[in-house]
């Protein structure tokens, strides 16, 4: 590793979903490297209180509106010369223009913009006019980028990492045993015996996520077998709404599982018997690592970066979005085959352990990789 950084990671948004845990998961690691390592997020954001328990420092900024734009770059310009960070890396939008404009006028050496998201890029102000470079976690979606016309040498790709149920620590990691222990107990916390199969989604609720398909796809297995189980975690009240009415509509509350918010969500997915999440979009998507860390076969639609998170056909099966029956389908012939899940679920196990680009260390060293090479390349090695 070349010399340790100083760097401050910037979010504007308030909740807790996949890109503010990618956000802090990285934090830890690059600490765990040697780097200092801040935030700089809205007040009454959760990743500012996750943060801040965890020992980081954390500066805090309204963002949103024309007025808190014009200040908020000056304070960040500001506090950026009296901290002297190596590295401003932004994530949205709202926090890139400020942000990035903070630091580019308060003289940091390198201002980077992440990309988490495979949606359409409206404006390349925030990925060429304001930063220096792009980072993004697929190969998908540097391509959608390049699209559009952001330099290709300009972005890096770091894929998300691989977390096991109990931390960043890969000395922590369970065995394969210890893993089955672990189910045992996850599941009879959540009032589920060795009869019950129980199908797993952990995600935001939100529309594209695919929640109402997955659970229209589970109708007439749930109904064909009352021993099996839909369990949802995630929290977005719309969606949640929806899933309750068909709940209803189908009388299947006793089989359907809606768990809103779980701070532990990782640590429940070794519980599960089948990992699914039917999204119609997905820049990468850490939590189909999260799901081969927790030994489990995956069922979820070929799209965005899905295919590059996982082993297609052998500890994942993959739909075409769209195919109702495909999806059912497929989760019928886990449902039906334990033998089947349990080699699936070892196969991703055993895969993801051997996958260095996803582990801890891994993601740590490309991302020092690109912040050094950029540094040198802006005459800052």
Not at 15 to 30: K, T
Not at 307 to 315: A, Q, R, T
């Amino acid at each position: 590793m070349n010399r340790p950084l100083r760097i401050l990671h910037t979010e504007a948004a308030k909740g807790m979903g996949g890109q503010e845990i990618y956000i802090f998961r990285h934090m830890q690691v690059m600490r765990a490297r040697g780097h200092d390592v801040a935030l700089l997020c809205q007040p009454d954001a959760r990743l500012a209180t996750r943060a801040r328990d965890d020992g980081f420092t954390v500066h805090t900024l309204r963002m949103g509106g024309m007025g808190r734009l014009l200040r908020g770059i000056w304070s960040v310009s500001r506090l950026v010369r009296r901290e002297r960070y190596d590295v401003v890396n932004t994530t949205s939008r709202r926090d890139a223009l400020i942000a990035a404009a903070g630091a580019r006028l308060g003289g940091t050496p390198l201002v980077v913009r992440s990309r988490h998201l495979m949606s359409p890029v409206n404006s390349l102000l925030t990925y060429t006019g304001l930063p220096h470079r792009v980072i993004t976690v697929s190969n998908f979606v540097k391509q959608l980028l390049a699209d559009r016309g952001i330099p290709a040498d300009h972005i890096g790709i770091v894929p998300p990492m691989a977390v096991s149920p109990t931390g960043i620590d890969a000395a922590q990691e369970p065995s394969w045993q210890a893993l089955q222990e672990t189910r045992s107990r996850v599941r009879a916390e959540l009032g589920f015996d060795e009869q019950d199969i129980v199908v797993g989604c952990v995600a935001v609720l939100r529309e594209p996520k695919g929640h109402a398909e997955l659970l229209q796809a589970m109708v007439p297995l749930c109904k064909a077998n009352p021993r099996l189980h839909l369990v949802v975690v995630g929290d977005g009240q719309a969606v949640m709404q929806r899933l309750q009415a068909t709940c209803a509509e189908h009388e299947l509350q006793r089989q359907v599982h809606l768990l809103g918010f779980r701070s532990d969500a990782s640590q429940l997915m070794p519980g599960f018997d089948i990992f699914a999440l039917a999204t119609h979009k997905e820049a990468s998507g850490t939590v189909f690592l999260e799901a081969a860390q927790a030994g489990l076969p995956i069922v979820s639609h070929r799209v965005g970066g899905v295919p590059e998170m996982l082993v297609e056909g052998s500890n994942a099966i993959l739909t075409r979005l769209g195919d109702s029956a495909a999806l059912t389908g497929a989760l019928r012939l886990l449902v039906d085959d334990p033998e089947r899940r349990r080699q699936m679920g070892r196969s991703g196990w055993d895969w993801i352990r051997s996958a260095k680009r996803f582990s801890p260390e891994g993601h740590a060293e490309a991302t020092e990789h690109y912040y050094h090479q950029w540094m040198k390349e802006l005459g800052h090695g």
